[in-house]
């Protein structure tokens, strides 16, 4: 069987390896150490044995990484915490769904250059980094050729190129696998070039490492985030109030201090987040730490995810409810994203 997963490349042109005799940053050290056993995470949460054959069966098709930071978030010894569910693999994973594809929103077909994809007007995303600090189970890219579309760097000059001849472009999308699983001299280098193109304004930066290992958030990061004259966009990725805990306020806080500005992102998710509590406490707690909700997203229909799906009606009566309970500025966008639509759609 063969195993999918944005993590298999660990070295890439924007992942250099460190020197000998160089000690790697915390969260480097605590990527490397990321729990990737399901019998390991089963034992270290105390799952009955009867967890561990969907957990293996998951595994081989999309492969288990949950870092320590993550681990200590989740409850022991409850099979349905609301953070377990996003990375413990189950037997629902290998059912055929209706509709439920590889490629969801059908991203092949608009990569003009190794590494960019070129969807919407006037922004481009490239994959900084095919690895992530966390392997989600409902991830639209769980089956993305990342292998195919790590450039080189003599590709990153290509589409460095690209986004100069192209004027119409106003905004830079790092996103991957995480863009900030990549090292920070390389993430330095492209951002410089990216701020040497005249034409464009903003860096957008898609990631859920400051809330998965919030240590990502090191001197260094804040040093080329915050010395790019490009106005600049942190899009966090979080589902559930329990995953913001002190340690991703404190991260936080800290990027907004380089002058970004920080959005969220959430999926809504079957047995995660699909309930009024634990949405209001999300938006509630993302704005202790500096955050605003964007979107809601409904799940994209990747293969293997269908178990995690909340259907139309039910998604608009929680922003019903949802509403009668937030400030407008609280309300995320629910949105779906719709293959070969140039922009996401409102539901
Ligand atoms: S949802 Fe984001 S962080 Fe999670 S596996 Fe997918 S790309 Fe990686």
């Known amino acids: 069987m063969i195993t999918r997963s944005p993590i298999d490349v660990q070295t890439t042109p924007l992942q250099d390896p460190v020197s000998p005799g160089t000690r790697k940053p915390a969260w480097q050290r605590q990527l490397a150490g990321a729990i990737r056993d399901p019998r390991v995470l089963c034992e270290r949460l105390r799952l009955s044995d009867a967890w561990l054959p969907g957990a293996e069966t998951g595994h081989s098709l999309f492969e288990i990484r949950v870092p320590e930071a993550y681990l200590a978030r989740i409850r022991p010894g409850d099979p349905h915490d609301p953070l377990l569910r996003q990375v413990l693999p189950l037997n629902a994973e290998m059912r055929q769904s209706p509709g439920y594809t590889l490629d969801p929103l059908n991203e092949a077909v608009h990569t003009p250059k190794r590494g960019l994809i070129h969807k919407y007007h006037g922004r481009v995303l490239l994959i900084a980094s095919p690895a992530c600090a966390v392997n989600c189970r409902y991830c639209f890219r769980r089956h993305f050729p990342y292998t195919e579309n790590a450039p080189s760097r003599a590709q990153w000059q290509d ?117 009024v509590a634990a949405l209001t406490s999300l938006s509630e707690r993302l704005f202790e730490a500096g955050i605003l909700p964007y979107y809601l997203h409904v799940l994209d229909p990747v293969q293997g995810a269908a178990h995690f799906d909340v259907s139309d009606e039910e998604a608009r009566g929680l922003m019903e409810a949802l509403r009668e309970r937030l400030p407008g500025f609280l309300m995320p966008r629910l949105v779906r994203e719709i293959a070969g639509k140039t922009a996401k759609t409102p539901l």
């Open 159 to 275: 589409t460095l190129d690209y986004l100069r001849e192209d004027t119409s472009i106003r905004e830079a999308i790092l996103s991957g696998g995480d863009p900030l699983a990549a090292n920070d001299r390389q993430l330095a280098w492209l951002v410089e070039q990216l701020g040497a193109i005249s034409h464009l304004k903003r860096l957008r930066i898609h990631t859920r490492l400051p809330v998965v290992i919030p240590d990502r958030v090191d001197p260094k990061l804040l040093g080329w985030l915050g010395r790019t004259r490009l106005q600049k966009v942190v899009v966090l990725h979080t589902n559930h109030p329990n995953e913001v805990d002190d340690a991703v306020i404190k991260a936080c806080t800290r990027l907004k201090e380089t002058g970004a500005t920080l959005l969220n992102q959430s999926v809504l998710l079957r047995g995660i987040n699909d309930n």
